[in-house]
């Protein structure tokens, strides 16, 4: 590790393939700090869902080490990671909304967990929903919203609480490119705001607002992270 405080930290990660065969990561370094966006290319799958659980110590490597918030995920008992985790927005991929609870109410959920009271929880629950261009949804019903309106209420739950780590799985992969900007521009608030973003994903209003905003871009090909500007987008599964 360099002298820089990295808030994530994948130090010679190696991650199996579920059925076995060549491993999905391979020693894979990377150090993300403070304020940072960056982006990972790869297909929606197993690999990157994988990636994502190991971060969040809910999956073992296969050799070297994850580290959150100066923490070794994998040597953390379940109760500190739950309080590492409520540091962390998760955007899953299945986005893991409560149907039967409006976007308002999804949103402020993990406030209400922290005990935040409900009116200072709600206000900002509103404003991260109105960042996200679903003011007027925020008291619907999440199972009458559209596809890509559901998928920025799970960005809003991610960013509700200032996390210092945000981690995106396929973030933009419902959005048309007016959406995938407001997504990206979220992302870019949480980050001028000091967190560390990783956001997993390949399509190309995503791969384009990625670069007009500057962030570190990697491609995830044959297990192997690598710049962006040394492999061809068609080389990623």
Same mark, same amino acid.
């Not at 997993?200 to 962030?215: C, I, K, T």
């Given at each position: 590790?360099?002298?820089?405080?990295?808030?994530?930290?994948?130090?010679?990660v190696?991650?199996?393939?579920? +059925?076995?065969?060549?491993?999905?990561?391979?020693?894979?370094?990377?150090?993300?700090?403070?304020?940072?966006?960056?982006?990972?290319?790869?297909? $929606?799958?197993?690999?990157?869902?994988?990636?994502?659980?190991?971060?969040?110590?809910?999956?073992?490597?296969?050799?070297?080490?994850?580290?959150?918030?100066?923490?070794?995920?994998?040597?953390?008992? +379940?109760?500190?990671?739950?309080l590492?985790?409520?540091?962390?927005?998760?955007?899953? =991929?299945?986005?893991?909304?409560?149907?039967?609870r409006?976007? =308002?109410?999804?949103?402020?959920?993990?406030?209400?967990?922290?005990?935040?009271?409900?009116?200072?929880?709600?206000?900002? $629950?509103?404003?991260?929903l109105?960042?996200?261009?679903?003011?007027?949804?925020?008291e619907?019903?999440?199972?009458?919203?559209?596809?890509?309106?559901?998928q920025?209420? $799970?960005?809003? +739950?991610?960013?509700v609480?200032?996390?210092?780590?945000?981690?995106a799985?396929?973030?933009?992969?419902?959005?048309?490119?007016?959406?995938?900007?407001?997504?990206?521009?979220?992302? $870019?608030?949480?980050?001028?705001?000091?967190?560390?973003?990783?956001?997993?994903?390949r399509?190309?209003?995503?791969?384009?607002?990625?670069?007009?905003?500057?962030?570190?871009?990697?491609?995830?090909?044959?297990?192997?992270?690598?710049?962006?500007?040394?492999?061809?987008?068609?080389?990623?599964?």
């Amino acid at each position: 590790m360099s002298g820089t405080t990295h808030v994530i930290d994948l130090v010679d990660v190696t991650l199996d393939h579920p +059925r076995g065969g060549t491993p999905l990561v391979t020693g894979a370094n990377l150090g993300i700090p403070s304020g940072e966006v960056v982006l990972i290319v790869g297909a $929606a799958g197993v690999g990157t869902s994988r990636l994502v659980a190991a971060a969040l110590g809910e999956l073992d490597l296969a050799q070297g080490r994850i580290e959150v918030l100066g923490r070794d995920v994998s040597k953390l008992r +379940r109760s500190s990671l739950r309080l590492i985790r409520r540091r962390i927005g998760i955007v899953p =991929q299945d986005l893991c909304l409560l149907d039967d609870r409006s976007a =308002q109410l999804n949103v402020v959920l993990p406030l209400e967990i922290d005990g935040v009271p409900r009116e200072v929880s709600l206000a900002q $629950a509103n404003r991260i929903l109105g960042q996200l261009g679903l003011s007027e949804e925020a008291e619907l019903p999440v199972d009458q919203l559209s596809a890509a309106a559901r998928q920025r209420v $799970a960005v809003a +739950r991610a960013m509700v609480r200032d996390p210092e780590l945000v981690i995106a799985d396929h973030p933009t992969s419902m959005q048309d490119a007016a959406g995938a900007e407001l997504v990206c521009t979220a992302l $870019a608030i949480a980050a001028a705001r000091g967190a560390a973003c990783i956001v997993f994903g390949r399509d190309p209003a995503l791969l384009s607002l990625a670069e007009r905003h500057r962030w570190k871009r990697l491609g995830l090909v044959n297990g192997e992270l690598k710049p962006l500007s040394e492999i061809a987008i068609e080389m990623i599964p």
